[in-house]
């Protein structure tokens, strides 16, 4: 109950982080570099002031030995192109490639490392990944190749920073090691790209709401889930991401509520419950017998 608590919540993050960054960069009230650079800032800040104020009830602190710098540097290769790729790309094509390349990630790795899963894997990732399609097929056009090149750059980011998760016991200090080495790296893209620098007041507001809360509180508890998590099911259980963000937009968007976003979540939630029902066989991934 515990896993499950912790994926519902880091995935409601994810679909608030898609939504925030969508606003931000349409309007446009900030250039893509300096909103992921005040993501990492505020996440890396907010992660800080948690993590001093866990110190106080015995938890542990981050250090040096949480994290590390390719942890750090995957996060940033996730978040900069992240915001660069939506500048060009619709918002369902941009999920269709983002989400793909998390599966291809992450459903390698596994297999590669041991994981064998049962044919309902397979059966129920098809129809999760049939309903996404379904979902964003509307909007899915030729895309850029740069947009669609730096959401795939960015796939593969989050599906190896997650991969990267699964082994640490200490969440919270893990996240926040890599939120602070991380902020350098975002400093570093928007140094380089100063004369495309642009902010408004409500683009800072909603790139800090992105970073404190969607991205740092969000991969915290993700990292916590990752730990009852195979990488089969952390890869498969992702695709309910797209369907939250809809409803977000259904809510706080205006956006219409569809026939077809009804039958895609059907598809979606059923292929994800169907994965996640199944037995998995030992997986030397994990290191431990997963059921």
């Known amino acids: 109950m515990r896993t499950l608590a912790y994926t519902v919540l880091a995935l409601v993050a994810f679909a608030a982080n898609s939504i925030l960054c969508r606003i931000a960069l349409s309007q446009p009230a900030v250039d893509p570099a300096t909103f992921s650079s005040i993501r990492l800032i505020s996440g890396a800040a907010t992660l800080l002031l948690v993590t001093t104020m866990a110190r106080g009830t015995g938890a542990r602190s981050s250090s040096s030995s949480s994290s590390s710098w390719i942890a750090a540097g995957v996060l940033a290769a996730y978040a900069v192109p992240f915001a660069f790729a939506y500048t060009q790309l619709s918002a369902g094509t941009g999920a269709l490639i983002l989400f793909g390349w998390v599966q291809v990630t992450m459903l390698v790795a596994a297999v590669a490392s041991g994981e064998r899963p049962h044919a ?20 899915v056009s030729a895309p850029p190749p740069a947009g669609a090149a730096l959401m795939s750059v960015a796939g593969v980011g989050w599906g190896t920073y997650s991969l990267l ?35 408004e007041a409500s683009g800072a507001w909603l790139a800090v709401a992105s970073g404190s809360l969607a991205s740092g509180v969000g991969y915290a508890l993700w990292y916590a889930a990752l730990r009852g998590l195979s990488a089969t099911r952390a890869a498969i259980v992702q695709l309910a991401v797209p369907v939250i963000a809809a409803a977000g937009g259904v809510l706080f968007l205006g956006e219409g509520l569809s026939r077809r976003f009804l039958i895609a979540t059907i598809l979606i939630i059923g292929g994800i419950a169907m994965t996640v029902r199944s037995t998995e066989r030992p997986s030397q991934l994990a290191g431990q017998e997963l059921h």
Request: no cysteine; glycine share 10%; aromatic share 10%.
């Open 120 to 139: 309902a894997h397979w059966i129920g990732l098809s129809i999760a990944l049939a309903g996404l399609v379904y979902l964003v097929l509307p909007g």
């Open 165 to 199: 998760g699964r082994g640490t016991k200490h969440p919270l200090a893990h996240t926040t090691a890599n939120f602070v080495r991380a902020v350098p790296m975002g400093l570093a893209v928007s140094a380089v790209l100063f004369r495309q620098f642009h902010l």
